[in-house]
């Protein structure tokens, strides 16, 4: 089975504070995404990643970056957080091969900036 | 720009009843449907998918339909059992597009009553 796991489950963090979530996996899997979801907005992609130390542009970068040193793990950082960064951040990886478009997704992170 | 909507945030329907998710697109160079369920406080799970060579697509009581010259697609579940309540979500990717991305839909929160 893969198994896609995130640092922490909830976290809260005040504003202008640098926030790291972590993201695991271990399927061998290439490609790698961050999303945040919210009430009525859906899944947005926020960043993604198809190799080590590749990245691409989601839908909404602005305020994130992201690192990915290693295959199996994707860093989201939060440079600044702010309070419109409260929301719920699942992590996902696929690989290029087969179904190649299913994703797998990790359990989320609540984060809760004040 | 919301290239997959899902334009019925809730929907509730009683147990053995069949419940019908809808969802539409707009992006024609779309081509792989993807269906995912979450619970609350867990990452989505892959439901279901179809091919756009395909127009119809079967799992158990999960069946997934495809109507491309309207760009939309619906999921039907038969019987609906109380463990199907969930948000479902709608995704689509589109074969050239690097890392396999998804585009998301908002969600439907579908309740189904005892």
């Known amino acids: 089975d893969v198994k896609v796991t995130q640092s922490s489950r909830y976290l809260v963090k005040r504003t202008g504070e640098k926030v790291f979530l972590e993201c695991v996996q271990d399927m061998d899997h290439e490609n790698m995404f961050w999303y945040r979801q919210d009430p009525g907005l859906g899944l947005r992609l926020i960043y993604f990643s198809y190799d080590v130390k590749m990245k691409e542009k989601g839908d909404i970068p602005e305020g994130y970056s992201v690192s990915r040193e290693k295959k199996e793990r994707f860093s989201l950082i939060l440079e600044s957080a702010s309070t419109n960064q409260t929301s719920m951040y699942l992590c996902a990886s696929s690989s290029p091969g087969g179904r190649s478009y299913e994703q797998y997704f990790g359990p989320g992170t609540r984060l809760t900036v004040t | 720009d919301q290239q997959v909507k899902q334009n019925s945030p809730s929907l509730s329907v009683q147990e053995g009843r069949i419940s019908i998710l809808n969802c539409d697109y707009t992006n024609s160079m779309f081509d792989y449907f993807l269906w995912y369920k979450k619970y609350p406080a867990e990452g989505p799970t892959f439901l279901i998918s179809i091919s756009s060579i395909k127009d119809k697509n079967e799992d158990g009581r999960f069946t997934v339909f495809l109507n491309k010259s309207a760009k939309h697609l619906s999921l039907h579940i038969v019987p609906s059992q109380p463990g199907d309540s969930a948000v479902y979500f709608c995704?689509?990717?589109?074969?050239?597009?690097?890392?396999?991305?998804?585009?998301f839909g908002e969600g439907t929160q579908l309740t189904v009553n005892p």
């Open positions: 995704a689509a990717s589109a074969r050239e597009t690097s890392g396999s991305r998804l585009t």
